[in-house]
């Protein structure tokens, strides 16, 4: 079955830099695109980025755009979002998700928190 | 337009019959997709490509759409379908994906 475990969450300050992480499994990875959706504590859900299946293209939200960086790993089955200049506004669980046959977001990890706090 | 617009809260009597829309102008070009996700869990689908229901999802959910609204509709709402549920389409330039702000549903 379909996995997408994210780790690399944690508490920083404005400015700063961290890079999340999402192991995936149950499928295989070099087939689909995958994408990073954030939900700050109490609101909706937000798409951040895209990457293709093959790593070629890549699109962000704007208000992320110049700041994040989406890769992949395809010998680890990974997927990256390198956050840079991080502002207060970014707190947000961040959710690692597959693309499925239709370009719909299909799977789901559980997410993983991150504060941007003085 | 990118933006997809939703009621904030809608509620339904246990058994009876309820519809969540969704109005974006991009649903005249793209699918929609239909998620649930109840406090503390991570979103789950529960229509693709606008009619679609993946594998698990029972047949009470399901999708319809006309012009740039598409509509989620839950026959017979059970207790469980208590949850935030979120449409989902391209924007216009079809690269970037859009969420609508959520419906909060309430079985009474």
């Known amino acids: 079955q379909v996995q997408l475990v994210e780790s690399g969450g944690g508490v920083v300050q404005p400015g700063r830099s961290l890079r999340l992480s999402c192991a995936a499994s149950?499928?295989?990875?070099?087939?689909?695109?995958m994408h990073w959706v954030r939900q700050a504590p109490g609101k909706g859900l937000e798409w951040v980025a895209v990457?293709?299946?093959?790593?070629?293209?890549?699109h962000y939200v704007d208000s992320v755009k110049g700041r994040f960086i989406i890769s992949r790993d395809y010998s680890k089955n990974t997927l990256y979002l390198q956050m840079n200049s991080l502002r207060t506004e970014d707190t947000a669980v961040y959710h690692c998700?597959?693309?499925?046959?239709?370009?719909?977001?299909?799977?789901w990890g559980q997410g993983t928190l991150v504060s941007v706090s003085s | 337009s990118s933006e997809l617009t939703q009621d904030p809260a809608v509620s339904v009597a246990l058994g009876q019959t309820v519809r969540i829309t969704c109005q974006g102008d991009?649903?005249?070009?793209?699918?929609a997709n239909w998620y649930q996700q109840k406090p503390g869990q991570a979103p789950v689908l529960v229509i693709y490509?606008?009619?679609n229901r993946p594998s698990g999802i029972p047949d009470r959910f399901s999708g319809s759409s006309s012009g740039n609204t598409a509509s989620l509709t839950i026959t017979g709402a059970q207790a469980e379908d208590e949850a935030d549920y979120y449409c989902?389409?391209?924007?216009?330039?079809?690269?970037?994906?859009?969420f609508g702000g959520g419906t909060k549903l309430t079985v009474l």
């Open positions: 998700a597959k693309d499925g046959s239709l370009g719909e977001i299909d799977y």
């Open positions: 149950g499928f295989t990875f070099s087939n689909y695109g």
């Open positions: 990457i293709s299946f093959d790593g070629s293209n890549k």
């Open positions: 991009s649903l005249r070009t793209y699918y």
């Open positions: 490509g606008r009619v």
């Open positions: 989902s389409s391209r924007d216009s330039s079809g690269d970037h994906r859009v």
